[in-house]
Every structure is written in C-alpha cells, then in structure tokens.
C-alpha cells in the first residue's frame, strides 16, 4: 500500500470515528445524575482494606435519628438542591419547588419528567450507617451524613428502585444497570471510610469482588 492511501486510510478511520462519537453524543440520555465523582477503584480498593469488619446491629434504629431535609440555603432544602443539580433545564417555583425538568436516573437508565417520580438515594443508607457506627455518632453528626452534598452520598433516582434497594447494601443489592456498579460501589467505600463506618463480612466480600472488575 502506498503511503498516500495509507495516509488517506487513517484520515478517513478518524474521521468515521469522529462521526461515531458525534451520533453518540446525540443518542445518549440527555439528563445525568451529578454525584460527586468518587474516588478511584485503586483507591477505594485501599479505603476498603483499611475498613473494619464488623456484624451489623441495628438496635435502636430511628430514622428520625438522621435529621434529614434540612434548608441549605433561602427556601431550599437538600432533596430540592439535589434534584436541581442531577437534572437538566429544572425549573423551581419561589418555594425551591422543582415544577419541570429532566432527570435521568443512573440505577435504572430511565428518565423522568416529574420531581415526584424521583427518590433522593442515600447511596449509603441510613439503617446501613446506623448499623455499622452511627449508632453511637452525635445527631449533629447523623444530620450531615443525612444531608451530605460533598462526598458520593445523595443521587436522585426512580422511587420505587430506591424503595426496592430500601437499606440493602451491595451484598444483596446493586444498580440494575451494569455500567453504573463500579461507580457505586466506589462511591459506597469512600462514604463508609469517611465517616468510619465499618463493613459486614458479606458487604466486604462483594465490594472486594466488584471493585477487582472496575
């Protein structure tokens, strides 16, 4: 092969691929969740060594324990700050109420027009947390985990795979969508090893085996 139709071979396979990723870009959901990016598979990885393992005990567990939908700012609780920053073009009346957007939900791969068909994930439960050392934190403390828009914690998703995760941890249940695992799980980590909470013998092992995949 001559090196002109070499060369013109590797500008038209740049220019196909360039073309793919443009059509791409048009075909995929046009809303996403903002979570904060988690920290890296390798670094979760060692965030999860370093976890205690521990059985869980829910004794005592209250929801109302974990004050939660506090007011971030003016009329604007967490659930109405997190469902502005996970979806696209979101109207919010004067009470921070959001009344249209989009919002494409990262468990699932659904999408939604209505706020009321979203659930605001704690990505780490609050029975979960409870369960694993929040027992004995402050309330003040429960109220920032509950409430926590800095670290991978709170994702606005579809209600009902919220409900059906309930206080699940991924032992016994993960995203549906497959593309999505290794980000959670990254994201399950660098919560737990934040606040020191420690993990279940079951939980380690799944994390330790999703994140081997990431």
């Known amino acids: 092969m001559s090196k002109f139709y070499a060369r013109r071979r590797v500008s038209i396979l740049a220019a196909l691929s360039g073309l793919i990723a443009y059509v791409a870009l048009f075909n995929a959901p046009t809303a996403s969740a903002a979570l904060p990016t988690p920290v890296s598979a390798a670094t979760a990885r060692t965030y999860l060594a370093s976890l205690t393992v521990a059985t869980e005990d829910r004794t005592g567990y209250d929801r109302d324990l974990f004050p939660h939908w506090i007011t971030q700012s003016g009329a604007c609780n967490t659930r109405e700050v997190v469902l502005k920053r996970d979806g696209t073009n979101v109207v919010q009346d004067s009470s921070c109420a959001a009344t ?3 919002w494409y939900s990262v468990y699932d791969g659904a999408t939604w027009t209505a706020a009321s068909d ?3 994930d704690h990505l780490v439960p ?3 947390a409870w369960d694993s050392g ?3 934190w402050t309330t003040s403390r429960r109220q920032s ?3 926590d828009l800095t670290r991978p914690q709170l994702i606005a ?3 009902n795979v ?6 699940q941890d ?4 993960m995203p549906s969508r497959t593309a999505y695992r290794c980000t959670y799980v990254r994201a399950w980590v660098q919560v737990k090893y934040y606040y020191g909470l420690s993990v279940d013998s079951a939980e380690k092992s799944a994390l330790t085996n999703y994140l081997a995949s990431c």
């Open 126 to 128: 609050l029975a979960e």
């Open 134 to 136: 929040a027992d004995s």
């Open 100 to 102: 249209s957007g989009s």
């Open 118 to 120: 979203l659930d605001i």
């Open 170 to 173: 991924p032992a016994t249940w």
């Open 157 to 159: 998703v579809t209600d």
């Open 162 to 167: 919220n409900q059906a995760k309930g206080d």
């Open 145 to 147: 985990f509950a409430n």
